[in-house]
T-cell receptor, first 117, second 111 residues
């Protein structure tokens, strides 16, 4: 079975530009979360989606947005890029949302390395 | 109260030794505590996780010890191998699935 896949692997953008990152969860997983990992730090939670609905949002500006599609894949969009947005963007998938009889385990993709110049 | 504090920042262990990484949390609503292993340029890989209703969980050479009253948990890697050299992260979440991460420990196993 394929794990979580993310595209592109690497991306170089200029300040002020917009970027879209893509994620495909593990087959059967309905929840996708996005994290930002700055070099040398632990990941920071950005968004969580379940069944195409936003179920959680971290402390990130409105320049960050996301959506989940009917096939459970997801996109993360970042507008008006700043130098500080340079990071590894990680997507994690899990079976479902708390309150259901499913596990908490989140499985991560390889990430998209975004460099803003 | 949302923080997870991890120590040490870096750790060097001889091959065959025991690696120990510690984490502490404040939020008593946390009820899921995973450990992730991350190699350079890769995404974090789930290693082992524990819920607060047990004090210890072992999977192969990896053991989590959990102290609910002290709000601390630790990862023990027995018989540490050079292939274990990586950055290890502890994390915690409550029922909202949002993982709060420690700052990471860079582990080097010397042959």
């Amino acid at each position: 079975d394929a794990g979580v896949t993310q595209s592109p692997t690497h991306l170089i953008k200029t300040r002020g530009q917009q970027v879209t990152l893509r994620c495909s969860p593990i087959s059967g997983h309905k929840s996708v979360s996005w994290y930002q990992q700055v070099l040398g730090q632990g990941p920071q939670f950005i968004f969580q989606y379940y069944e195409k609905e936003e179920r959680g949002r971290g402390n990130f500006p409105d320049r960050f947005s996301a959506r989940q599609f009917p096939n459970y894949s997801s996109e993360l969009n970042v507008n008006a890029l700043l130098l500080g947005d340079s990071a590894l963007y990680l997507c994690a998938s899990s079976l479902g949302f708390p309150g259901l009889a499913v596990t908490y385990e989140q499985y991560f993709g390889p990430g998209t390395r975004l460099t803003v110049t | 109260q949302q923080q997870v504090k991890q120590s040490p920042q870096s750790l060097i262990v001889q091959k065959g030794g025991i690696s120990i990484i510690n984490c502490a949390y404040e939020n008593t609503a946390f009820d899921y505590f995973p450990w992730y292993q991350q190699f350079p340029g890769k995404g974090p890989a789930l290693l082992i996780a524990i819920r607060p209703d047990v004090s210890e969980k072992k999977e192969g050479r990896f053991t989590i010890s959990f102290n609910k009253s002290a709000k601390q948990f630790s990862l023990h890697i027995m018989d540490s191998q050079p292939g274990d050299s990586a950055t290890y992260f502890c994390a915690a979440s409550n029922s909202n699935y949002q993982l709060i991460w420690g700052a990471g420990t860079k582990l080097i196993i010397k042959p």
